[in-house]
């Protein structure tokens, strides 16, 4: 008689490796819920990971070592992660398909794979899913399916800084895979659209759903450093001013149009703009037609004063900063982070939340 063992593995660690620093949170589970068990965030270099490509693999190493280091409130008990992707490096598509059987979708998608993505298809580490739900109605006997492709070399390099640091990859993401997993509720309501802006210290990316299904996402240079830099020249003062003058002050008054606010606009408006050339190319080549419902805010510019209120202005779509524990089931506990800090933790707590998948290893 065969008996089925299940032996119990603690969750992997959400690793977010960005250009200027490096995230990890560990979850644990707590009967039906989840316990927040580590966090941490360290610094990386400037120019040791230039646009998503690693520069300098031995400052990136010491950077993974010092945030495994760092943890807290407890050391971390795996040396396990889930490791991010840039997005900058990432080539996803939605492709309308006819319905078929596993195996000729997956001879499909080969050929998929070298109409849409700009490399050979033996440099590229590449996936697909089904989308659970159409995303433009009234289609039949055919189905969206999301494909998402990274080059080798790229992926190749972030396994090895990671090993080099001690540590295991279970497995990869692409940040806004993980960044959808974290902020958008799993009961998000069908057919529900919502814009997702990562605004970071050297690019903003932007990730368009419906329901729970990625169909679009972007990147741009526009950054909240660019902000920092526009008080240093309009109010001629150092950046480290500058830095503490925005995390006062924001971006001013859109209202009453006061000097911080003057000083940031150009910024600002190049961000809208790029947010609005988003909207368009949703509405004219995905066959969304409604208007986005709702845009949500992660990343550390996320926490800008009054941006929330000038991008609802500007857009005429109502904005928040999203909720970085929907998906985490803490009960009465609270959480030994703010919630003003965790979200710049999105990324890693929705690779986090991926890796709970991996806590349960079948021995049999």
């Not at 795996?78 to 979708?105: G, N, W, Y």
């Not at 009453?256 to 003057?262: G, L, Q, S, Y």
Request: charged letters at 25%; hydrophobic letters at 40%.
């Amino acid at each position: 008689m065969k008996t089925d063992v299940v032996r119990l593995m603690h969750p992997p660690i959400g690793l977010d490796l960005g250009d200027l620093s490096v995230k990890m949170i560990q979850l644990d589970r707590k009967g039906k819920g989840h316990v927040i068990r580590s966090f941490a965030k360290s610094s990386i270099p400037r120019k040791s990971i230039e646009n998503g490509e690693i520069q300098d693999p031995d400052a990136v190493v010491q950077a993974i070592k010092s945030v495994i280091e760092k943890g807290k409130p407890k050391k971390t008990n795996t040396r396990r992660v889930m490791c991010s992707i840039p997005e900058t490096k990432a080539f996803l598509r939605v492709i309308d398909m006819p319905k078929m059987s596993e195996e000729e979708m997956k001879e499909a998608i080969h050929w998929e794979i070298e109409e849409n993505i700009p490399l050979a298809i033996d440099q590229v580490y590449y996936d697909y899913e089904v989308l659970k739900s159409s995303l433009s109605q009234g289609k039949k006997n055919r189905e969206d399916v999301l494909i998402v492709a990274v080059a080798r070399r790229v992926v190749d390099s972030f396994i090895e800084v990671v090993e080099k640091a001690g540590l295991e990859v279970m497995g990869m993401e692409i940040e806004s895979l993980a960044q959808a997993r974290c902020l958008l509720p799993d009961a998000q309501k069908e057919g529900r659209s919502v814009l997702v802006l990562d605004i970071g210290d050297r690019r903003t990316s932007l990730l368009f759903s419906v329901g729970n299904s990625i169909a679009f996402t972007s990147s741009t240079p526009i950054s909240s450093q660019m902000i920092t830099d526009a008080y240093v020249g309009h109010f001629r003062i150092t950046q480290e001013k500058a830095e503490k003058m925005k995390i006062e002050q924001g971006i001013g008054s859109p209202v009453i149009r006061d000097p911080f606010f003057r000083a940031s606009e150009p910024v600002l408006e190049n961000l809208y703009s790029q947010i609005q050339h988003s909207m368009d190319f949703i509405s004219a080549n995905l066959g969304q037609t409604r208007k986005i419902d709702e845009i949500l805010l992660c990343g550390g510019g996320s926490n800008t004063k009054h941006l929330p209120l000038y991008l609802s202005r500007k857009t005429g779509v109502p904005v928040r900063i999203g909720d970085p524990w929907i998906n985490v089931s803490l009960g009465k506990n609270i959480p030994p982070i703010s919630r003003q800090e965790a979200i710049q933790y999105s990324t890693a707590i929705g690779l986090a939340l991926q890796s709970l998948y991996f806590a349960y290893e079948d021995i049999s």
